[in-house]
C-alpha cells in the first residue's frame, strides 16, 4: 500500500484528522481538485464573515445615532472586495502548506475508485489501507429554461461591484444571509421563497422577528412562488413564475440549496450507497465498503452539516485510526447560527419543539429592553429563550441580538456538560461581558 490513509479532499473534514494521523506515524495522503481548504476556507465562510464585519459595524453604529456618535460612515463595496480577495487568496497556499509541513502528501487532481484500495488521479493509481471520502458539497442550480443566467454563492463572493438590484431563489441559509450583505451594500433585493416557510431550522417566533426585521432594512420576502423559467431582456432578467408571477431584475442569486460531490467518484463501480443528501455511513463513519469512510458535510446525516461538525468527525477518525477509540462516534451539542444583523443563534432543543411538548420543557423569555448592558448599544430587538427539562437542567436556548453568537456559545457547554446552578455559580466571568450576564441571567432562573 501507498498509504495509511488517503482523503479525498482537503476541507475540514479532512485535515483535522490528516494532521493528528501523521503526526501519530500514520503514511497520509490528501487529494484536492481544486483549493486546499476546501469551500469554507475559500469560497465560503471565512469569505462570507470578511464581508459581513464591516456590515455588522454600520447596524451597530446606526443603533448609537444620538447617543454618543453622529453620522453613519459609507461602505465602500470595491474596497471592502479588495480587502476579501487579501485575505482569501492565500488560503489555498497556506492550507496545503499546513498538509506539508505535517509530512502529509498532497495530490492535486479528481480521484475516482478504482477499487475499495484505490484511486485513480490524473491517470496515476494510488493505493490506501483505508480511504476518507470528504468532497463536501457545491451550490444546487436548479434545472429550469434561463437557469445558465443566474450565478451561485462562489460568484457572488467575488461581485466587483454590486448589482442595483439582486434577486435571490431561496429562504434558507445562505439566502438570507446574502440577502443581508447585498441590501447593506445599496442594492435592492428581493428573496423569492417556494413555499411560506423562510429559515426551516429556526423556530417559527424567531423567524418572524427576523424577516419583520430584514423587511425594514428594506428586503423584500416573495414567498410561495416558484420561478420557472428566466429570460435576457436588454441587461435585465426576467424571471417568470406560477400564478403569473413575474420580476425584472439585474442579478439572480441561486440559493436553493447544496448537492454532494458524489459524481467524480465513481462510486458504484465498488458499491458505496449513497442518496441525493450524500454517502451513507454507519456510526463509525464508515462507508458500505468498511475500509472506506466518509466526514463532513458529503455524509447523508441528521446532523446539521456545519464546519464545526465536519472538523469533530475528523478528529472522531484520527481517534479511531490512531487507536485511541473503537466506540461509534457521539456528537456532542450542535449549535448554529444565521449571520444576518442582528444575529439569530440557537442549541440544543428546538423551540418549536419544547412548545409543541410542554409536559417535556419548560421555556423562559427574556427581552433585552431592560438590560443595562445590551442598552449601552441601545439594542431594541434583543430576545433570549431558554428551554429547560423537568428537571431544571437547560436543554436549550436561542437568542437574536448583536452578540447572539457569543451568548450561544456561553450555553453550549451548559448544555453539553448538563451544568447544575452549584456547578454553573463556580464559573467567573470578566466582568461586563455578555458572557458574565448571561450566566447570571441562567443562575437566578
Not at 101 to 130: C, L, M, P, W
Not at 262 to 288: A, F, H, M, R, W
Not at 305 to 332: C, G, H, M, W
Request: aromatic fraction near 8%; proline fraction near 4%.
Amino acid at each position: 500500500m501507498d498509504f495509511d490513509v488517503l482523503f479525498i479532499g482537503s476541507g475540514q473534514a479532512a485535515w483535522n484528522g490528516a494532521v493528528p494521523m501523521s503526526n501519530n506515524g500514520l503514511k497520509v495522503a490528501v487529494v484536492e481538485e481544486a483549493q486546499y481548504g476546501g469551500v469554507c476556507s475559500n469560497r465560503g465562510c471565512n469569505a462570507k464573515i470578511i464581508l459581513d464585519h464591516p456590515i455588522d459595524l454600520l447596524e451597530q453604529v446606526k443603533s448609537l445615532q444620538n447617543r454618543g456618535l453622529d453620522g453613519v460612515p459609507a461602505l465602500n463595496w470595491q474596497d471592502l472586495m479588495a480587502h476579501k480577495h487579501e485575505l482569501i487568496t492565500n488560503q489555498n497556499y497556506h492550507n496545503k502548506e499546513r498538509l506539508v509541513a505535517n509530512n502529509i502528501t498532497t495530490i492535486d487532481g479528481s480521484a475516482k475508485f478504482i477499487d475499495r484500495h484505490t484511486v485513480q488521479v490524473n491517470g496515476k493509481q494510488y493505493t490506501s489501507e483505508k480511504i476518507v471520502i470528504a468532497t463536501g458539497l457545491r451550490p444546487n442550480r436548479v434545472n429550469i429554461p434561463g437557469a445558465d443566467l443566474f450565478n451561485d454563492s462562489t460568484n457572488f463572493l467575488s461581485i466587483n461591484k454590486m448589482p442595483d438590484h439582486i434577486t435571490i431563489l431561496g429562504a434558507g441559509f445562505v439566502a438570507l444571509e446574502f440577502a443581508a450583505i447585498a441590501s447593506a451594500a445599496g442594492a435592492k433585493v428581493d428573496v423569492i421563497a417556494r413555499s411560506n416557510r423562510i429559515l426551516k431550522d429556526f423556530p417559527n417566533k424567531y423567524v418572524n422577528k427576523i424577516v419583520s426585521i430584514m423587511k425594514k432594512q428594506g428586503i423584500r420576502f416573495i414567498q410561495s412562488t416558484v420561478v420557472e423559467q428566466a429570460t435576457k431582456e436588454n441587461e435585465l432578467i426576467v424571471l417568470k413564475g406560477n400564478n403569473g408571477f413575474s420580476l425584472s431584475t439585474n442579478y439572480v442569486l441561486d440559493a436553493t440549496g447544496r448537492v454532494p460531490n458524489v459524481e467524480k467518484l465513481n462510486l458504484e463501480k465498488i458499491g458505496i450507497t449513497y442518496t441525493p443528501q450524500g454517502i451513507v455511513v454507519n456510526d463509525l463513519l464508515q462507508t458500505s465498503i468498511d475500509n472506506v469512510y466518509a466526514a463532513g458535510d458529503i455524509i447523508d446525516k441528521k446532523m446539521p452539516k456545519l464546519t464545526p461538525v465536519a472538523a469533530f468527525e475528523s478528529r472522531y477518525l484520527a481517534d479511531q485510526f490512531i487507536k485511541n477509540t473503537t466506540v461509534s462516534i457521539d456528537y456532542p451539542t450542535v449549535s448554529t447560527i444565521l449571520f444576518t444583523s442582528p444575529r439569530l443563534a440557537q442549541v440544543g432543543v428546538n423551540l418549536d419543539e419544547a412548545i409543541a411538548h410542554p409536559d417535556l420543557f419548560d421555556v423562559e423569555n427574556f427581552d433585552y429592553n431592560k438590560d443595562w448592558y445590551r442598552q449601552k448599544s441601545n439594542e431594541s430587538n434583543g430576545e433570549l429563550t431558554l428551554i429547560f427539562n423537568k428537571e431544571r437542567q437547560l436543554v436549550g436556548a436561542i437568542e437574536l441580538s448583536v452578540n447572539a453568537e457569543n451568548t450561544i456559545n456561553t450555553l453550549v457547554p451548559y448544555i453539553e456538560l448538563k451544568l447544575n446552578t452549584q456547578q454553573l455559580n463556580r464559573l467567573i466571568y470578566l466582568f461586563p461581558s455578555i458572557e458574565y450576564t448571561t450566566q447570571r441571567r441562567l443562575s437566578l432562573v
